[in-house]
């Protein structure tokens, strides 16, 4: 009598002299590459669900505590061998252990059958796993980005609020109340902002008390502050911050420097601001706008040191990759021939 598990071919005495059927017309076992990949799968996402697990328990949001992100790395890559040898393995083994049984076939042949079917394994496996772990981490990047949309809005509707309400409570008071407040919103926005407080802090050489109503601060420059208070000139704050943050830009954008003309309007703004001379401001202009290039200069630099240094570890990663995966379909093929061995031996 024929097994069921056996494969037969025209010509193959069977039991008792019997010539036996051809049951079989493909050398690969299908069944048993399915199976064993659907274990290779199943393992490799346990695994990696877990070596997820035992990563993000090392790390820490604190400074100094946790594990390094090069000891994060090398495990990440040891962990992701590990799993590959474990699945690939697992998948394979079943894959030989499971197919027919090849009578009369040459050993190599035998041999190089098994081997066909521990790579399938790892290959259907491969393919399964990434296709679930791209749906996956697509899915949970899609939700990740719905609640920051919704955490965005929110945060823009509370701002909105906070706005409004401050809005409101400057209404009551003197009306340069109003304007200040929006003339420091303008300005907390801008790309410039803190390098235009600057262009506008007082005179070293003001006094530090507060000066008469109708009287100018002392220490400070007559021909370029105008009197004190001046209501056109609380109403030009928004207006001429702006201007100054808008030359700032321009400046950095174009290398650094600024026209004549420009320096020139720009010095009036800060001298008509601060008492300063108007040779004064147009230096205060030259350096401020110095020192934001070299800060612009040196944040691209590190911009793209941090980019170079993600291309790197990127690069390292994927070669990494291709080496486990490659060690996987090595263990996959090993370990069927290990299982087609076992299942021959088998009467």
């Given at each position: 009598m024929v097994a069921k598990n056996e494969a037969w071919y025209p010509g193959e005495a069977g039991v008792d002299g019997v010539v036996a059927p051809r049951t079989s017309n493909s050398a690969v076992s299908w069944g048993a590459v399915l199976a064993g990949a659907t274990a290779a799968a199943a393992l490799s996402l346990i695994l990696l669900l877990l070596g997820a697990g035992l990563g993000l328990s090392a790390v820490s949001p604190w400074a100094n505590d946790g594990a390094s992100a090069a000891a994060l790395g090398v495990a990440g890559i040891v962990w992701l061998a590990f799993t590959q040898l474990a699945a690939s393995g697992l998948g394979g083994y079943l894959a030989g252990r499971l197919r027919v049984r090849w009578r009369d076939t040459d050993p190599n042949e035998v041999h190089f059958r098994d081997t066909a079917h521990g790579m399938l394994s790892w290959a259907v496996a491969t393919l399964f796993t990434a296709a679930v772990l791209t749906a996956s981490v697509g899915a949970i990047a899609g939700i990740g980005a719905k609640g920051a949309a919704v955490a965005a809005g929110t945060a823009a509707t509370g701002a909105a609020a906070a706005g409004a309400v401050a809005t409101a409570g400057d209404e009551p008071g003197a009306k340069g109340g109003a304007s200040g407040t929006s003339a420091r919103t303008a300005l907390g926005s801008g790309d410039f902002g803190y390098y235009v407080d600057t262009l506008l802090r007082p005179s070293a050489t003001a006094s530090t008390t507060a000066p008469a109503p109708s009287a100018a601060p002392a220490g400070v420059n007559p021909a370029t502050l105008r009197a004190?208070?001046?209501?056109?000139?609380?109403?030009?704050?928004?207006?001429?911050?702006?201007?100054?943050?808008?030359?700032?830009?321009?400046?950095?954008?174009?290398?650094?420097?600024?026209?004549?003309?420009?320096?020139?309007?720009?010095?009036?703004?800060?001298?008509?601001?601060?008492?300063?001379?108007?040779?004064?401001?147009?230096?205060?202009?030259?350096e401020t706008l110095q020192r934001a290039r070299t800060e612009a200069q040196a944040l691209e630099t590190r911009a793209r040191e941090a980019a170079d240094a993600a291309r790197k570890t990127a690069l390292t990663t994927a070669l990494w990759m291709v080496v486990a995966l490659l060690i996987g379909a090595f263990t996959a093929s090993l370990l069927a021939t290990v299982g087609g061995r076992q299942r021959d031996l088998i009467g």
């Open positions: 004190w208070p001046d209501a056109s000139m609380v109403h030009a704050d928004e207006q001429s911050s702006a201007t100054l943050n808008r030359l700032l830009v321009r400046a950095v954008r174009d290398g650094g420097t600024l026209s004549p003309e420009d320096t020139r309007a720009a010095g009036q703004l800060v001298a008509q601001r601060t008492g300063l001379s108007q040779a004064e401001a147009e230096r205060r202009v030259t």
